[in-house]
């Protein structure tokens, strides 16, 4: 006897193959000059990576206690602490390095129940590294 698959002229389908739609001929299997080494892949929501901190590298995810700090410039992924103690050195994105004068943390219920909002004044790291120059130069401060 022979199956119905058999009688209607279809392949059966097998859950773990992929079946081939495209032959190797035709004008549509071939990538176009634009194209080529931008294959994109496309994840779920839940094969896409957590939350990866700018500057410390730590990923955050579901029932993480860090909490985030969002600059005003961008909306790049800081550790609030990380990016506070970057803009007491820097006041521009350590990512994009655009200027931020705003540090925003979340409120984190029951340990942050309410917002909060740190402004930053202009810092410049290379301004700061000079003058320690122009200071040991003139007070002959040996560099350690």
């Not at 081939?20 to 194209?35: A, V, Y």
């Given at each position: ?31 176009s000059s634009s194209d080529k080494g931008k294959a994109k892949l496309e994840l779920s929501d839940s094969e896409k990576e957590p939350n990866c901190c700018g ?90």
């Amino acid at each position: 006897m022979a199956s119905d698959a058999e009688d209607s002229g279809a392949p059966e389908s097998h859950p773990n193959k992929r079946v081939k739609t495209l032959t190797l001929g035709s004008p549509e299997s071939s990538p176009s000059s634009s194209d080529k080494g931008k294959a994109k892949l496309e994840l779920s929501d839940s094969e896409k990576e957590p939350n990866c901190c700018g500057i410390c590298l730590i990923e955050t995810g579901h029932g993480s206690t860090i909490i985030r700090g969002c600059i005003d410039c961008c909306d790049h992924y800081f550790c609030f602490v990380c990016i506070m103690e970057w803009s007491k050195v820097e006041s521009r994105c350590p990512m994009c390095k655009r200027r931020f004068s705003t540090i925003r943390r979340p409120c984190k219920p029951p340990v942050f129940p309410s917002e909060r909002v740190v402004n930053v004044p202009v810092r410049d790291q290379v301004l700061y590294s000079r003058l320690l120059f122009r200071l040991e130069f003139l007070f002959g401060f040996d560099k350690c």
